[in-house]
């Protein structure tokens, strides 16, 4: 028999339902999965490390991921670990894409997805080298948060450079700093020259330094798109910006109402060459109707356009058709899931 294994956290949680510290029911997922011919096991992360992970062979494996950097860490080492051996849903890289920007731009171009323009950086002094090829105004993105709180317009250099000091994180590399320089003194002082040795010479690191994304900006947008995409399931969400601001994510202004065909197709496309079972995608469409995936996510996100929406859209013989029915999310995960795994065989 066809078996999944499905891997919780130290809460056993399948994450996430709409509230981040809620879990999926793993009854209803478990429910669909054996409706389709599959065996299930639950284990949680700390379980498969107790048996031994070489242990752990030829399993389809569906795993939950973690809003927490430091129990996502670990989870990134395990499943990691476990790919190579097994078939993981959604795969490895699509664990690295969450909550990271920066990864999520070199997924988009390894899977062939032309999107808006882009740089990639980490600190001020690589700014120097790209500089000259920036127009502004420009999107920075710190790789992650949401609601936009980590999303700014920036309309100069000098705003940019004072952005990059004022918001990417100062290192500890200036407490070092400090704590050398003291001792120096402190050294000197004591004329202690053996000692003296060990402090000089030392070169401080970049202090502003964190990944970030300059991100090409789609001007005068009203709203975006939230789509989630569970197989051949489309739930599609508009999100108005706030007053005042170009961001829509986290305003609040939410509004199902109809999409237009192109934010579906373009979905579509989207969704096939991401490779995943499900998706969040956040798309805008500029005055010319094109599209832009401005971010996307296959593991842990907000869930709330396919809870609370009335209907989903499925493409039918090359048609959008509107189909009312409420959906539920541990069993669409769980269906999503199911069509991946068979499609792949
Ligand atoms: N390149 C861009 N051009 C114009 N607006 C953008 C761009 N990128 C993001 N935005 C706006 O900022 C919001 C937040 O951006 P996003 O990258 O989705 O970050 P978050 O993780 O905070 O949702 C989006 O919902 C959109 O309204
Ligand atoms: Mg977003």
């Known amino acids: 028999m066809k078996k999944i294994l499905i891997l919780t956290d130290y809460r056993n949680s399948f994450r996430r339902e709409e509230k981040s510290y809620y879990s999926l029911s793993l009854n209803k997922m478990r429910e669909v999965f054996i409706k389709n011919s599959y065996e299930v096991e639950v284990l949680s992360y700390i379980d498969i490390i107790n048996l031994g992970l070489e242990n752990i062979e030829n399993q389809n494996i569906v795993y939950t991921s973690s809003a927490d950097d430091n129990y996502k860490k670990y989870i990134d080492d395990i499943v990691f670990y476990l790919k190579d051996k097994n078939k993981i849903f959604p795969k490895y890289e699509l664990l690295k894409c969450q909550e990271n920007k920066g990864f999520q731009e070199l997924y988009k171009l390894k899977q062939g997805i032309k999107s808006l323009k882009y740089y990639y950086l ?18 920075m993105k710190k ?46 002082l004591k004329l202690d020259r053996k000692n003296l040795k060990k402090y000089q010479n030392y070169v ?17 947008l009203e709203s975006d798109w939230k ?12 999100r108005r910006v706030r007053e ?42 500029n005055k010319n109707n094109e599209c832009n995936l401005i971010e996307f996510q296959s593991l842990h996100f907000g869930p709330y356009t ?14 959008w058709k509107q189909i009312f029915k409420k959906s539920n999310l541990s069993e669409e995960y769980a269906n999503a899931m199911v069509e991946y795994i068979n499609d792949k065989k």
Do not use: H, W
């Not at 992650?144 to 705003?159: D, H, L, P, T």
């Not at 401080?204 to 001007?219: D, G, T, W, Y």
């Open 122 to 139: 980490c600190n001020l002094k690589d700014l120097n080298k790209v500089e000259n090829k920036l127009t502004y105004p420009i999107i």
């Open 244 to 285: 005042g601001d170009f961001r829509a994510s986290g305003s609040g202004k939410l509004f199902f109402i109809e999409p237009p065909e192109s934010v579906l197709n373009y979905a579509e496309k989207i969704y096939k060459k991401l490779d995943t079972p499900i998706a969040s995608l956040d798309i805008c469409i």
């Open 204 to 220: 401080l690191e970049e202090i502003n330094m964190e990944p970030f994304v300059l991100q090409e900006f789609v001007p005068d």
């Open 306 to 319: 396919i809870m609370k929406s009335n209907y989903y859209y499925e493409k039918i013989n090359s048609n």
């Open 227 to 238: 789509i989630l995409v569970f197989g051949k399931k489309y739930y599609a969400l508009n």
């Open 143 to 188: 790789i992650n948060g949401a609601g936009s709180s980590q999303v700014f317009k920036i309309n100069s250099k000098n705003e940019l450079i004072d952005k990059i000091k004022k918001n990417i994180k100062t290192q500890e590399y200036i407490k070092k700093y400090l704590k050398k320089k003291i001792s120096e003194i402190i050294i000197k």
